[in-house]
């Protein structure tokens, strides 16, 4: 039996699926004559527009050895079924940890930490300022509908965290034994098997809602306490370890504490650094969200006569250089088909994200362009920048949530539109010239990259719509950890994941993180 891996398989749109037929013809053998044939990962390919079709990666099984021509030369190699497992992570149980575990922040990062360390025989409690995502939701709405904001349950805090209602992007720049672990698990909890397998999966908040229920059961059903409307208000720290955490008013013994606070958490940040937990400030990206008619997005990105619901909206992924390559803008959580939404973790203020549900199939494309920003000389030199800018962003919305917009084509102009154009924003918009109140560097740097983005998609100047501002991309501060043991340099006991540690972005690999952390723990010796 000899083993093949074959790359970038073409399929026709219409025949998506349909593997191993292609694969044979490719081959130049009868179908029957492939064994064990296993999808690795499959994309849509539009590089030629109007004649987009599937890519599949596999790998398979043959009696004989092949002798490939022409471009099946070049695709097909000899390859071996080994593969990278939890069981083969040479840090495995190797991270002494108290029998009972304190997880704070029911994002990504601390329920599969939570799940993984209760099927690992540990005892958990999860602690969550927010509310359980049933209830999250009629919070949302309200807020949409009332402008009633409430800092403990909004877009950004509550179960699921702030992947909950973003996207629902499963990407990962790679995957590994982690990340496939946590896959494996949504499929378990009744998401698509294709997350496994497809090189951009998506589920959509209305599917991640769905799978939050399920996760939740599951961990009740293993044992573990999820305390809801419970934030974390102190912790105590003595001869550097952690001995206690203070939730709901009380103080309560802790030698494990796992946190998983997500990127928006300011207050945890200062409660660190005023314990003397090492934090460290780092890059970050700011800028805005824009809005365009998704089918402006389909025809450039897919040609002419497409049938989408074949191939899905159309994304984009856009970068350039500017300010003389001294910076940059680029394309950030594209959502085809989705919609905007106010997030803010603080009242008075203003940010923007996107979101999308599980068809796609909304009028509009949006997306955020960003600028990076360099890490701060201070601390809290980032954090400060954002929170002006969400500030004045919500001092020139109106105070109200509606937020500052601006045609691309009115932008480049420097002046304010005197009408605006239809947004899926639900709560108004307000004209405005950004330039009048938003950093300037991050003003020419997006200005250039329009201008940029504009030649790759005709169009996309005049029928943009910026809405103001995109501040969240990730967290402006780091708190350091040992990358092995994912412990505070400086404090025992204390264990950082996810976004909030910064050392992760998105659903998948901050669920990673969490999956990482259990499988490295040992129960420690009584």
């Not at 092995?484 to 910064?502: I, K, P, R, W, Y």
Request: proline content about 4%; charged content about 25%; overall charge positive.
């Amino acid at each position: 039996m000899f083993t093949y891996r074959f790359r970038e398989l073409p399929v026709d749109l219409r025949q998506k699926g349909k593997v191993r037929e292609a694969l044979a013809r490719e081959l130049r053998v009868h179908p029957e004559q492939i064994f064990n044939l296993n999808v690795e990962r499959f994309a849509l390919d539009s590089r030629r527009r109007g004649e987009p079709h599937w890519n599949y990666n596999v790998i398979f099984d043959v009696n004989q050895k092949l002798r490939a021509t022409g471009s099946a030369a070049r695709d097909l190699t000899e390859a071996s079924r080994e593969k990278e497992s939890l069981e083969s992570d040479p840090l495995k149980t190797s991270v002494p940890m108290a029998s009972h575990v304190s997880v704070v922040g029911a994002g990504p990062a601390g329920l599969w930490a939570t799940l993984h360390l209760l099927r690992r025989g540990f005892t958990v409690d999860l602690y969550e300022q927010g509310k359980p995502v049933e209830e999250r939701f009629r919070d949302i709405r309200r807020f949409f509908a009332e402008r009633v904001f409430n800092e403990h349950s909004n877009v950004l805090f509550g179960e699921g965290g702030a992947g909950a209602f973003s996207d629902g992007k499963l990407n990962t720049r790679s995957r590994n034994a982690f990340s496939e672990a946590v896959l494996k698990d949504m499929v378990n909890f009744g998401v698509d098997e294709s997350v496994v397998t497809f090189a951009k999966p998506h589920i959509g908040t209305d599917r991640l809602v769905l799978m939050l229920r399920k996760i939740r059961a599951e961990i009740t059903r293993l044992g573990g306490g999820i305390h809801f409307y419970t934030a974390l208000e102190d912790i105590e720290i003595k001869d550097a370890r952690v001995v206690a955490i203070k939730v709901a008013g009380q103080w309560k013994p802790c030698e494990t504490l796992v946190l998983a606070t997500g990127h928006s958490a300011r207050q945890i940040y200062e409660l660190l650094h005023a314990r003397g937990v090492a934090l460290e400030s780092k890059a970050f990206a700011m800028g805005v969200r824009v809005e365009h008619p998704q089918a402006l997005i389909n025809l450039r990105q897919l040609g002419k006569g497409v049938d989408t619901s074949l191939t899905g909206s159309a994304e984009y992924a856009l970068t350039a250089k500017t300010l003389n390559g001294t910076s940059a803008a680029y394309s950030f959580c594209m959502c085809p088909g989705g919609v905007l939404v106010p997030c803010a973790s603080e009242p008075g203020t203003l940010a923007t994200n996107g979101m999308s549900y599980s068809r796609r199939n909304g009028p509009f494309a949006n997306g955020a362009i960003v600028v990076p920003i360099q890490a701060s000389e201070t601390l809290f030199g980032g954090l400060e920048f954002q929170r002006k800018i969400e500030l004045d962003a919500y001092r020139v919305g109106g105070m109200n949530y509606a937020a500052p917009s601006q045609s691309i084509r009115a932008f480049l102009a420097h002046h304010a539109d005197k009408s605006l154009p239809k947004s899926t924003y639900p709560c108004g918009l307000a004209a405005s010239n950004l330039w009048d109140w938003l950093d300037k560097t991050i003003c020419k740097s997006l200005a250039e990259g329009f201008q940029n983005f504009d030649r790759k998609i005709p169009g996309f100047i005049d029928q943009g719509l910026i809405v103001a501002p995109e501040t969240r991309t990730s967290s402006p501060l780091r708190i350091t950890r040992n990358n092995d043991t994912l412990e505070s340099v400086n404090t025992q006991g204390l264990f950082v994941l996810g976004e909030g540690a910064g050392y992760s972005g998105g659903i998948v690999t901050s669920a990673a993180d969490g999956v990482r952390l259990a499988l490295r723990a040992k129960k420690e010796q009584a």
